[in-house]
Nanobody, 124 residues
């Protein structure tokens, strides 16, 4: 079982930046893919970004392309989500999730482990 802990959320103004971290621990296999998801109040959870084990492949939702960047430090078993030019509609609880058995992102259904989330609030 992989444990995931998100951090870095907070209250910022529109146009500001935040860097979220997802620290993995526990029974980490030799390869795993990490995805970032978010859930705004009253809305369903949605995909934000994902990164393959090697970091060579990244995926983004259209709504965050060009503003968010996902990267990872495998030596520290940490994945980051750099969020720039934040908008009020980015307000949500952000979760990281792991697919522990695959090198590349396959979709949310394969995410076996989830963190508890970190709240990002963007004021206008």
């Amino acid at each position: 079982q992989v444990q995931l802990v998100e951090s870095g959320g907070g209250l910022v103004q529109a146009g500001d930046s935040l860097r979220l971290s997802c620290a993995a621990s526990g029974r980490i296999s030799s390869r795993y893919t990490i995805g970032w998801f978010r859930q705004a109040p009253g809305k369903e959870r949605e995909f934000v970004a994902a990164i393959s084990w090697s970091g060579g492949r990244t995926y983004y939702a259209d709504s965050v392309k060009g503003r968010f960047t996902v990267d990872r430090d495998n030596a520290e078993t940490t994945v980051y989500l750099q969020m720039n030019s934040l908008k009020p509609e980015d307000t949500a609880v952000y979760y990281c999730a792991a697919d522990p058995d695959y090198l590349d992102y396959r979709g949310p259904a394969y995410m076996a482990n989830w963190g508890k989330g970190t709240l990002v609030t963007v004021s206008s």
